[in-house]
């Protein structure tokens, strides 16, 4: 079964500073990774995904997210943190071997930015 | 393209009610689902269906049921609502290649008291 962990629940960071967001994953075979961002009374947008090639994957409004297979993990991160960063990001992993494009999410962190 | 587009947006239903949720969407895709969110608790798959006349059950399809008749279209219906149901949900859809990007409408917030 796949799984994902985000271990914190929200994360605090002073606009400017760099922002990372914790993501471990957990499949029987290879991964499809995924970032989601929830603002408010919104349905989730997507940000990023890491299918193949490079680990470190760009996507939109500046965020990075680096693919690390050893450690399982698929961090996502900005250099420099907006107040309209603030918002519900949420990781994703889908096993390569699954046949219904079936995601398992994690339990999204919360990210404030402080002005 | 409106995307996916889900109603209504907010609901109260009281115990043992029976609702609708609509979603539509108008990008062609065959792949289609309905997840619910709780605080704490991220997203939970509920239904999910690969095309028209074909759905299967989730995580989470327990009081639930849905149909899919046409591409664009994949309701989900409650029957016999309890307080446990009181979630937001979400309805995405995606093609059918392994790789592509779920696109989400904006829920529907149901409260069941």
């Known amino acids: 079964a796949q799984s994902v962990a985000q271990p914190e629940d929200q994360v605090n960071v002073a606009e400017g500073n760099p922002l990372t967001v914790k993501c471990t994953y957990s499949?029987?075979?290879?991964?499809?990774l995924f970032w989601y961002v929830q603002y408010p009374n919104r349905g989730l947008q997507f940000l990023l995904k890491?299918?193949?090639?490079?680990?470190l994957v760009k996507g939109s409004y500046g965020f990075e997210a680096e693919f690390n297979k050893s450690q399982t993990s698929f961090h996502l991160k900005k250099p420099s943190a907006l107040v309209s960063d603030s918002a519900l990001y949420f990781c994703?992993?889908?096993?390569?071997?699954?046949?219904?494009?079936?995601?398992?999410f994690g339990k999204g962190n919360q990210v404030v930015v402080i002005p | 393209n409106a995307g996916v587009t889900q109603t209504p947006k907010f609901r109260i239903l009281k115990i043992g009610q029976s609702m609708t949720l609509q979603c539509t969407q108008d990008?062609?895709?065959?792949?289609m689902y309905w997840y619910r969110q709780d605080p704490g608790m991220g997203l939970k798959l509920i239904y999910y269906?690969?095309?028209?006349?074909?759905?299967d059950k989730g995580e989470v399809p327990n009081g639930y049921n849905v149909s899919r008749s046409t591409t664009e279209d994949f309701p989900l219906r409650l029957e016999l609502a309890a307080p446990s149901q009181t979630s937001v949900y979400f309805c995405?859809?995606?093609?059918?290649?392994?790789?592509?990007?779920?696109?989400f409408g904006p829920g529907t917030r149901l409260t069941v008291l």
């Open positions: 995405a859809s995606s093609t059918n290649t392994g790789t592509d990007t779920q696109y």
């Open positions: 994703a992993v889908r096993d390569r071997i699954s046949g219904n494009n079936r995601l398992a």
């Open positions: 269906s690969v095309g028209a006349g074909i759905t």
């Open positions: 890491y299918i193949t090639g490079d680990n």
């Open positions: 990008m062609n895709h065959n792949y």
């Open positions: 499949v029987s075979g290879n991964p499809y």
